[in-house]
Each structure stands twice: as C-alpha cells, then as structure tokens.
C-alpha cells in the first residue's frame, strides 16, 4: 500500500512558478514509477509527466514540455513538479500517482493522491 499526499499548490500569476510535492509512505517508494495528472474546471483528468524509478527517464505532455520539470528524491520518499512560465490554461487540480511501471503509471496507476489546487491568475 502507498499513501500520496500532495502540497505545494497554491495562486500564482500568469509567468510565475510554483513546485509541487507529492510525499509518498511505504518502503517500496523508489521501485515505483511516479506521475502528474490534472484536471482542469468541466474537463476529464489529463495526463503530465512521468518519472520513471531511478528517475533516468521522464516524458511530458506536449503544453508543459519545457516549462514543466519532474524528479524525484528517493531517500525522502518525494517526487516534485517544479512548474514554470505558467499560463492560466494550466489551472487544475494537480495529482500525484504511483504505479509499479511505466505503463500503468500513465494509464492506470495503482495509487492516487488527494489533490492540489493549482490557480493561475492572467
């Protein structure tokens, strides 16, 4: 079982920065692979990126790649999103999710946090 609660969310204006944390329980964290997931006001959750286990492979949605950054610290049991130039299309509740591979990690992760507020002011 692997517990994910998110942080870091917050109003930030068009341009800002914001770095999301997502801290996981379990001593299994860093076999897990790692994901973002959003969902904006009146639309289906969309994936964002993901992170594989020891953290040498990453992949980005199209509209963050460049501008949004994932890692993660294993020893600390986090994975972060430090997210930059932000538009006000990227208002969302951002989510963190965990899986045991790649593959299930984008499609269907086994595991999901509470949510984050993400509000981007133009």
């Known amino acids: 079982q692997v517990e994910l609660v998110e942080s870091g969310g917050g109003l930030v204006q068009a341009g800002g920065s914001l770095r999301l944390s997502c801290a996981a329980s379990g001593r299994t964290f860093s076999s897990y692979a790692m994901a973002w997931f959003r969902q904006a006001p009146g639309k289906e959750r969309e994936f964002v990126t993901f992170i594989n286990w020891n953290g040498d492979r990453t992949y980005y949605l199209h509209s963050v790649a460049g501008r949004f950054t994932i890692s993660r610290d294993n020893a600390k049991n986090t994975v972060y999103l430090q997210m930059n130039s932000l538009k006000p299309e990227d208002t969302a509740v951002y989510y963190c999710?965990?899986?045991?591979?790649?593959?299930?990690?984008?499609?269907?992760?086994?595991?999901w946090g509470q949510g984050t507020q993400v509000t981007v002011s133009s």
């Open positions: 999710a965990a899986a045991q591979t790649v593959m299930a990690v984008t499609t269907t992760p086994a595991y």
